[in-house]
């Protein structure tokens, strides 16, 4: 016999992003993020990331953050409150800079 997969449960999503950062100084940083994602075939609002955060320079390519992340599902409905970190390198190359 043959499988078949199951398809009827295929759905498009679209996420779209806005960052800002900016420096309060020479060793502090302030970062938000808001990122919206649509889903079912991208026609209706399924999450949003919202993350405001405080960064630390370690080193001029190299910074170290904390902050906030608010995120509504609505379907189904549901808020997921939590603190997040992350560590950032920064790679600046002549066409490009590569942030992990």
Partial sequence: TF?????????????????????????????????????NDSDRLGTVLIRPAIGYNL????????GYALVPTYQPRRTENRVFQQLLVTNQFQRFTLIN
């Avoid at 997969?5 to 900016?22: C, G, K, S, Y």
């Fill in 3 to 39: 499988a078949h997969a199951q398809t009827d449960n295929v759905d498009f999503q679209t996420w779209h992003m806005l960052i800002m950062n900016r420096p309060l100084s020479t060793q502090y940083r302030a970062y938000f993020e808001i990122q919206p994602r649509f889903a």
């Fill in 59 to 66: 080193r001029p390519n190299v910074s170290l953050w904390l």
